[in-house]
């Protein structure tokens, strides 16, 4: 089973990019992010043409999440937002259950310019994923939180990691709530394969970034025990941020034994 993560950076703006990768890649599961769209934009007709059932937590600008199951695969929505923070309105966190595993999508705050309340959000919010893993972990069962996290973990998944000391995305104190977000008892999919190899899943539009390969590794796939001896290959398809119009990630994705 293979299963997927993308943040589109604007599902209209990229519909033709995202179709393109649907049809060449054929993930039974994705995650998307960064939407850019409210609900009745939503492109469902298209999405459904391409052969696959979609559940969505729409936002007009900036955020906005959404799972896609390829036809034949029951989904079952089981969540949306985030407990503790009542007057949070952002469509940042979306989870279901297909083929009886339980899916977070999840498009965490990138919390710039740090520090400042931007950075105080992010970190409230990572706060409350962590508890939500911390429930969905403790229930002993197949479960993968996987998205745009807006976290370099380690100086291996940034290029040049000294340009970002003070970056919300590498700033220590986020850092080090991934660490214990996977020290629950996660598994980070890339690096148990990749341990030492140096992946990026993003290149800024600017600077060439991309054609340098001065990228960032921030889109991850965090899997509970039971998906973790099941684990049979993780790769980004690079290729797609090459493509014309295409977002500033490429897609992540994991092959599961089931």
């Given at each position: 089973?293979?299963?997927?993560t993308y943040n589109v950076n604007g599902i209209n703006a990229r519909l ?88 977070g999508c999840l498009y965490l705050p990138n919390g710039n310019p740090a ?144």
């Amino acid at each position: 089973m293979r299963i997927a993560t993308y943040n589109v950076n604007g599902i209209n703006a990229r519909l033709p990019v995202l179709l393109k990768w649907l049809q060449e890649s054929e993930p039974d599961v994705v995650c998307l992010q960064e939407l850019k769209a409210p609900d009745e934009k939503i492109p469902k007709d298209e999405i459904k043409q391409a052969g696959y059932t979609a559940l969505w937590h729409g936002q007009k600008r900036w955020n906005g999440v959404a799972i896609l199951a390829r036809k034949g695969l029951e989904i079952q929505e089981t969540g949306r937002g985030l407990a503790g923070e009542p007057e949070d309105e952002q469509s940042r966190y979306l989870e279901a259950v297909v083929n009886n595993i339980t899916i977070g999508c999840l498009y965490l705050p990138n919390g710039n310019p740090a520090p400042g309340p931007k950075l105080e959000y992010k970190m409230r919010w990572f706060g409350r994923l962590t508890q939500r893993a911390a429930e969905l972990i403790k229930r002993d069962e197949p479960v993968i939180l996987t998205g745009d996290y807006n976290v370099m973990p380690t100086e291996k998944d940034v290029y040049k990691p000294e340009r970002w000391v003070d970056d919300a995305l590498f700033r220590p104190e986020v850092r080090k709530v991934f660490h214990d977000l996977v020290a629950q008892g996660w598994t980070d999919a890339i690096r148990k394969l990749y341990p030492n190899e140096t992946i990026y899943t993003f290149w800024d539009y600017f600077r060439n970034a991309y054609w340098r390969n001065a990228g960032l590794r921030i889109d991850h796939f965090l899997l509970s025990r039971h998906l973790s001896g099941k684990l049979k290959d993780a790769g980004v398809d690079k290729h797609v941020r090459g493509w014309e119009k295409t977002s500033d990630h490429a897609p992540v994705w994991v092959e599961i034994s089931v």
